[in-house]
């Protein structure tokens, strides 16, 4: 995509990056599990060079001491399995690559626990070199280097990095065959083919998961590119294919032999998934069976769920780590990630990398809001990726200005007809997906109704439409919520037959010694009059009945009514856009539609 220049001074930049990286994960390790006082090069490392991480890194980097190592998740596990380990291609649960890194440490640190933090912090280093090798692929070395050294030094990639987790090494194989399948994109030889089919099966070796970004990405890399270079496309994506296969199919052959299912190390998940759904558990359910069954049980809230683990999710919670360098800075870094997400969109590597993007992030966009399916540990390996897009968008601004100054000639030669109807699409399907992506709570919300169960319409960063005039913007105190700031604030619901239902209003006063009672209102008719408890342990609960007559099926207005709003000035709540001469109503949490109504008390 872009040039490329001297390799010398950036590789030894890089190395210099990377041996950064672990010193600040060598600090990391010792603040939170102490150092270790043998074999030799243990102590050394932990006595000697992490101290140097306290003077290297900003003061807020602080990381607690863990009373109870590994114990409460996966790493305990993984220490227990490296252990029992019998042969690298076993059938088991887990795959093999983070066991085997993990039983190797073990070996060279004497069998001490800290082995699993050590393989976890292996990948992350390769990670650094990984990120490194992508953004000099794409973009130039000096990005690459800028995008390896925000993975060295951001808080959070390093937190996890210690922990013990398998995601640093699945991190560095999703990058590591980021950045070969770009490099076959470019130059299709048998040796950058080969390189492919390695890191692709490291990958499946490290996630099976990984197959779902894998094999979408060998069947673009034959068809999307020059089409003078179809052929050796070809020849290089069925090389890649061939050497994944060796390597990785004896893992599948293996689970299929000893458990019948090939994918055992997916489909052995699903139980978790069920379980934590309160869904039936006990039996075997595949991967594929399981989203199939949420897609027929809730269409409309499963696409919801997807769109935003595929998309708004992994994304939002990549860039909290850098604050403690500059204010900032992540967020700016995030708004160039979609401006060269976008621009992605219009070069074959770049669409190469969209694809592996989307497809590595498709797993965790069905079950991301189940148990702790959304930690950040889960989309870690995306991140490399936001931020070669970020550096992208630089690189070809910078690029294109230098371009423009040199020859300002170069811009009448430019097809603007074509371009503009390209952006144009662009802009348009971005629209769309954005629209789509603010009515489906509405939509989400009426599916849960007319199946019967409780819909709860929260406020939050999607509540826009539920929320009409009179309202706040949205805060968070312990729990999201509104203020009403005129006599009248309406909330929206779908209710989508004409019949009668019930709802509960979990609502305060702002001002409990003043305010005593609020009015009720369905379709501008008076539903009901509430009077107002306070109780500071827990959110008030009113249960407020909609009959059938005042309904209609559809969208109906909600409105709620204070018997006096109060100076915001006198109210000891803390938001951030209260402003003294503003007037207040309640604060509300959410509204509850009750699935089932229940029977008058006679």
């Avoid at 102490?34 to 992490?50: C, F, I, K, Q, S």
């Avoid at 951001?154 to 490099?183: P, Q």
């Amino acid at each position: 995509m872009f040039r490329r220049g001297s390799a010398a001074v950036p590789a030894l930049l890089a190395l210099a990056v990377i041996a950064y990286g672990g010193i600040l994960r060598l600090d990391a390790f010792v603040q939170t599990y102490g150092p270790l006082d043998h074999p030799v090069w243990a102590r050394v490392l932990t006595h000697e060079v992490a101290p140097l991480g306290a003077s290297l890194r900003p003061a807020a980097y602080i990381w607690h001491r863990a009373d109870r190592p590994y114990v409460g998740g996966d790493p305990i596990n993984y220490l227990e399995y490296a252990r029992e380990m019998r042969s690298f291609y076993q059938a088991h649960v887990r795959e093999p690559i983070f066991l085997a890194l993990t039983r190797g440490f073990l070996r060279l640190l004497s069998d001490q626990d800290a082995a699993v933090s050590f393989a976890s912090m292996t990948g992350s280093l390769f990670t650094i070199l990984a990120t490194y090798l992508l953004g000099a692929a794409l973009v130039s070395r000096p990005a690459g280097l800028a995008a390896a050294f925000v993975i060295a030094v951001d808080y959070d990639v390093i937190s996890w990095s210690v922990e013990g987790w398998r995601d640093d090494v699945f991190t560095a194989t999703v990058t590591l065959s980021a950045w070969a399948f770009v490099r076959c994109l470019q130059t299709p030889t048998r040796g950058r083919a080969l390189v492919v089919g390695v890191v692709t099966a490291a990958a499946c070796l490290t996630r099976v998961t990984a197959l779902t970004f894998v094999l979408p990405a060998f069947v673009w890399l034959v068809f999307d590119g020059d089409a003078a270079m179809w052929r050796p496309r070809a020849k290089a994506a069925a090389t890649a294919v061939l050497v994944c296969t060796v390597l990785a199919a004896p893992y599948f052959i293996s689970c299929a032999i000893a458990t019948g299912d090939p994918f055992y190390a997916i489909d052995y998940h699903t139980g978790f998934y069920r379980y934590a759904e309160g869904a039936p558990s006990e039996r075997p359910m595949s991967a594929a069976a399981y989203i199939r069954s949420k897609i027929a049980q809730k269409p409309v809230s499963t696409l919801d769920i997807a769109v935003t683990g595929m998309f708004v999710h992994p994304f939002a919670i990549k860039w909290r780590g850098l604050e403690a360098w500059a204010h900032g800075i992540g967020r700016a870094l995030s708004w160039l990630a979609i401006v060269g997400l976008i621009v992605w969109l219009f070069l074959p590597d770049g669409r190469l990398l969209l694809v592996i993007l989307c497809g590595s992030l498709l797993p965790y966009a069905f079950t991301w809001n189940v148990g702790g399916g959304g930690e950040y540990r889960f989309t870690m390996h995306a991140y490399p990726l936001y931020l070669v897009a970020a550096l992208s968008a630089v690189a070809l601004a910078g690029r294109g200005a230098i371009a423009v100054w040199r020859e300002p000639g170069r811009l009448r030669t430019v097809n603007w007809t074509r371009r503009t109807v390209r952006v144009s699409a662009v802009v348009g399907v971005a629209a769309g997906a954005y629209a789509l992506y603010v009515v489906l709570p509405w939509l989400v919300a009426r599916e849960a109704i007319v199946s019967g169960a409780d819909a709860t319409i929260e406020t939050g960063a999607r509540d826009a439409i539920f929320f009409g005039a009179g309202w706040s913007d949205s805060y968070v105190d312990g729990l999201t919520f509104r203020l009403s700031r005129a006599e009248k604030a309406n909330v929206r619901i779908p209710l989508p037959a004409r019949r009668m239902y019930q709802v509960v209003l979990r609502l305060d006063p702002v001002a409990p010694d003043r305010q005593h009672r609020v009015v009720v209102l369905l379709n501008r008719q008076l539903v009901a009059a509430l009077q107002l408890g306070w109780n500071p342990d827990r959110v008030g609960s009113y249960p407020v009945q909609l009959p059938a007559e005042k309904v209609r099926a559809g969208s109906n207005e909600l409105t709620i009514v204070p018997d006096v709003l109060v100076p915001a000035a006198s109210v000891a709540l803390h938001v951030p856009a209260k402003q003294a001469g503003d007037n207040l109503g309640v604060r509300l949490w959410y509204v509850r539609v009750l699935g089932t109504v229940p029977a008058p008390v006679h």
